[in-house]
Structure formats: C-alpha cells, structure tokens
C-alpha cells in the first residue's frame, strides 16, 4: 500500500469536493479513487468525508489530515527534487487565489511567462472577491487587498493601492459634479459589501491621517467588482475604488475622477500564506515573481 498515494488522492477529493473530478484530474478510475480513500479510512481507523449526492465536505478527522498531507506531501515534493540533475527545476501544482480585477487585468496575461520558466509546473488560479480561507481551502497563497485581522496567517506585505472617486460623464452631466463633501447630499453612492446582510459604508476620505465617513444614500449595492465598475459606467452612483483598476476607464472616458482631496485611504496589499507551514520552493517562487510583478502597481509604504 502506497501510504503518499493515498493521501494525493484524498487531498484531490478534498479540494474539488468530488470523487469523479478527483479521480479525471488524477487520471484514474472513480472506483480506484474510491477505494484509496477508503483504504486511507481504514488505515487511520476514522472517517474523513461526509458523503452525499451533491459532494464531498472532510470530516473534522478528515480536515485535520488534510492539513497535515498537505505539508506532508509539499515536504515530499522538495525531497525528490532535492538531488535531481536539474535541482533548480519547480514541479508540482500551485493553488492560489487573488482578486479579480488583478488577475484579470495584471496576472493572467503575464501568466505565460513564469510558466515558461518552470514549464513542470501546474497553476489553479482562483479569482474572488470573497476572502477565502487558504487552510480550509486549500490555497498555498493568496494576494489580499485591504485590512488583514487573520493571525493565523503570514503576510509579506507588498505596498499599497492608490484610491481615486470616479462616475460617469452621463450620472455627471444629469447630476452635476461635486466640487466638495457639502455636494455630495444631491448625489448617489454605489455601495460595495463582501456580504449582502452587512451594512455598507459611506463616502470614505482621509482627514489628518484618519478614516473619516460620511454616510451616503445609494440605491443599489453590489458584492462584486465587475458589477460595481459596470454600475458606476452604467450611471448609477459615484464608486470609491483602486487607481490600479480604474486607470482603463479613465483614460477612455467611460469614467471621470472626482473630489481628489477627498480620497479613501490607500489600501494594503499582501501576499498571505498559513502560519507553521512548510512553504515550498514553487510557492515561495511564485511569490517572489507575483511581488515584482506588482512593484510598478504598488506604492511602497
């Protein structure tokens, strides 16, 4: 019995929630993946999924040993590239999550590149606006924009995002443009929320190195970035976002900047990844090229 194998498989199952897209992805039978699961099940004498006709979660067992193969198996990776002729190649598989707009705008297309220098490498690039859980998850890393409240997590910080105020020449030419914060009470805020249910905040401006908030009616509320750009080009309110996402827009004239003494506070971006993790060499090099990727983007703090 392949005690390594077993543990792939589980950790494949873990991570799609599903027998038969763990076993495609494996390029194995269903039933084998099965049975090595369950021959894992009966090895560590404990169950470790919840199964139904709609997916796979782990068990409180099961996300315990999920946690620990995953180091397990990362560790076992570096060990058998560690004498290879080639002991500088990366191989294995990257799961990593970062917001849309930067993967969309900043990451994808240069994407081919890194991947060319590490061509045994295999990326699984998640993009969300939700803050996802990189120990439940899965995720090797993730790039996070704005506060981090999560000690549980290491963060290199990489600098911080420009913030800028921007609507639409069509909202402006109906509703006039604000020359200052007393302007504002005739105008519409597009509210962001990561959750609908949570109270959105109001027009956010920076005061002698302090967040200030001035509360701001909006019709529409949105929980994801392409929605809330396409709103602002829509006409419907005025959008408080990072430069970095807004610099297309602005340039074409689908968008117009705004109250520039009154901008939110630069937002911080880092990279984050599991406290007391063994972090492997294709995650710590993927770091390295994702933070100087991101160099020109940033302002340093």
């Known amino acids: 019995m392949n005690k390594l194998e077993l543990l792939r498989t589980f950790q494949r199952v873990t991570e799609l929630s599903s027998f038969t897209q763990a076993a495609e992805s494996l390029g194995l039978p269903r039933s084998t993946v099965s049975e090595q699961v369950r021959d894992l099940e009966r090895l ?6 919840h199964r139904t006709t709609r997916r796979v979660r ?5 996300q315990a040993l999920y946690e620990r193969a995953r180091e397990v ?5 570096e060990l058998e590239n560690l004498f290879r002729q080639d002991a500088g190649a990366l191989s294995g598989r990257l799961r990593v999550d970062m917001p849309t707009e930067i993967a969309r705008r ?3 297309p240069r994407l081919d590149e890194f991947l060319a220098q590490h061509p045994a490498l295999e990326i699984e690039l998640g993009c969300s606006d939700r803050r996802v859980d990189p120990l439940r998850e899965g995720f090797d890393c ?6 981090i409240d999560d000690d549980s997590l290491v963060a290199r910080p990489l600098g911080q995002l420009s913030m800028v105020n921007c ?3 069509a909202y402006l030419a109906e509703h006039g443009t604000p020359e200052n914060l007393d302007d504002l009470s005739g105008h519409s805020l597009i509210h962001y929320v990561t959750a609908f249910g949570t109270r959105p905040d ?3 401006y920076q005061r002698d190195g302090k967040l200030q908030q001035l509360p701001m009616s909006g019709r529409i509320t949105v929980n994801n970035i392409d929605a809330y750009h396409g709103a602002c080009i829509g006409g419907l309110g005025i959008i408080q976002a990072p ?3 807004m610099r297309t827009h602005l340039q074409s004239g689908s968008l117009c900047r705004l109250l520039d003494d009154w901008v939110a506070p630069p937002m911080p971006v880092h990279l984050l990844h599991p406290h007391g993790r063994h972090l492997p060499r294709r995650v710590r090099a993927f770091m390295n090229w994702l933070e100087t990727l991101l160099a020109d983007e940033v302002d340093r703090q």
């Open 44 to 49: 560590v004498d404990a169950r470790l999924l």
């Open 202 to 204: 109001g027009f956010e």
């Open 167 to 169: 609507a639409s020449p």
């Open 243 to 245: 430069l970095i996402g």
């Open 106 to 108: 900043l990451v994808a």
């Open 142 to 147: 993730v790039l996070r924009i704005g506060a």
């Open 58 to 62: 782990p068990t409180q067992d099961g």
């Open 73 to 77: 198996l990362a560790q076992m990776d």
